[in-house]
């Protein structure tokens, strides 16, 4: 796909989700609303649990609600605990995963999600590897995982959130 294709689609993305992300928001638990933490209470039944992944994944890869990259990138989406990342992307995203889960499952902490863009930003820099089977362009979803947090570090901002 040519940069200004992406660059479309990307646009494109930004007015679907933000207005989806503003809905999921306003109607769903604050707790319910982790990025790939281990368990998850969905609110409708407290028997439900995410199912933790052992698997690299790579699929939904420009689509943010159901984007699932390596064991730990995604909403409600992350590894088995003790489960090595895929990559160096997904090491950033469990990383990230661990410090919203220190920090009370709190998807809009400020420091949890300025730590995710930085190391991003790091590996999008370096050029480093994927994982075998990778379908996805890490450029893509570099770019959909900055898309969520930065929304997430936006309302946790007007929340002052730590």
């Not at 992300?21 to 609110?43: F, K, W």
């Not at 052992?54 to 992350?78: A, D, M, V």
């Amino acid at each position: 796909m040519d940069g200004g294709k992406r660059n479309q689609s990307l646009k494109l993305a930004i007015l679907v989700f933000h207005p989806l992300l503003a809905l999921l928001i306003s109607t769903t638990p604050i707790h319910a609303l982790n990025i790939g933490v281990h368990s998850v209470n969905s609110g409708i039944t407290s028997s439900k649990q995410q199912q933790c992944s052992r698997t690299c994944e790579s699929q939904h890869c420009n689509s943010p609600p159901f984007l699932k990259y390596g064991k730990y990138c995604g909403i409600l989406y992350s590894g088995c605990p003790g489960e090595k990342p895929c990559d160096a992307l997904d090491a950033c995203c469990m990383t990230h995963d661990n410090c919203i889960q220190s920090n009370n499952n709190d998807y809009l902490n400020v420091e949890c999600n300025e730590n995710l863009l930085n190391c991003i930003a790091e590996v999008r820099d370096s050029g480093k590897g994927t994982f075998k089977g990778n379908k996805c362009m890490v450029e893509e979803v570099v770019d959909v995982i900055t898309l969520v947090i930065e929304v997430a570090l936006l309302a946790g901002r007007v929340l002052h959130k730590p």
